[in-house]
């Protein structure tokens, strides 16, 4: 048995029950194919700024944006990796 509602009962055009393992359960497997529409979205998709990419004075700064953010975060990363060298330094004087 399937349940759904009147309105949308249309949308099952096969379905077929398949007995399980006898685990002394009341329920049965039950396989049924569905036609299913794909409604329309009226929510933009995109979560990005594209008018940005037309902005000349945007395009010439980004590359200066992305190579100072990459770097300060490639100084931290050396930083820590200093860090734990010389903490492992300090456990084998140990």
Known sequence: MIIIDKGRKSIVFD????????CKVDHILVKANLMVKARKSNIQSSAYDRGKMEDPNFLNGFPAQTEYRLSTQLKDWQAIEKCLEEMWYDMEKV
Do not use: F, L, M, R
């Open 15 to 22: 379905a077929k029950s398949n007995p399980g393992v006898d």
